[in-house]
């Protein structure tokens, strides 16, 4: 079973910054993509923001967020980054890391998310 952990959230004023990072427990699968997705509010689509393949080789980012929000690999420390520079109101949002083997389409494995407020 994989157990994912986001951490890093918090209050930020428009314009700031912020690094999300989520870590992973141990697996016994290794072909596997790591992403991050966001919902705004309860009850609204959670959105995809970024994705990363298990060996960092590939990734993708929603088309409109990718020139503000990084995603990236620590594999020392085993963690899933997001860095989301210039944030603005609308970021405002909980944060979730999922994780799906690569041959499947659905993100099978999800943290508990961690809250992001956009607020001067």
């Known amino acids: 079973q994989v157990h994912l952990v986001e951490s890093g959230g918090g209050l930020v004023q428009p314009g700031g910054s912020l690094r999300l990072s989520c870590t992973t427990s141990?697996?016994?699968?290794?072909?596997?993509?790591m992403g991050w997705f966001r919902q705004a509010a309860p009850g609204k689509e959670r959105e995809f923001v970024a994705?990363?393949?298990?060996?960092?080789?590939?990734?993708y980012a929603r088309e409109s967020l990718k020139d503000r929000f990084t995603i990236s690999r620590d594999f020392a420390e085993n963690t899933l980054n997001l860095q989301i520079d210039s944030v603005k109101a609308e970021d405002t949002a909980v944060y979730y890391c999922?994780?799906?083997?690569?041959?499947?389409?659905?993100?099978?494995?999800w943290g508990q998310g961690t809250q992001v407020t956009v607020s001067s």
């Open positions: 994705s990363m393949s298990w060996n960092g080789f590939t990734t």
């Open positions: 141990a697996r016994t699968f290794n072909n596997y993509v």
């Open positions: 999922a994780e799906r083997l690569a041959t499947r389409i659905k993100f099978d494995y």
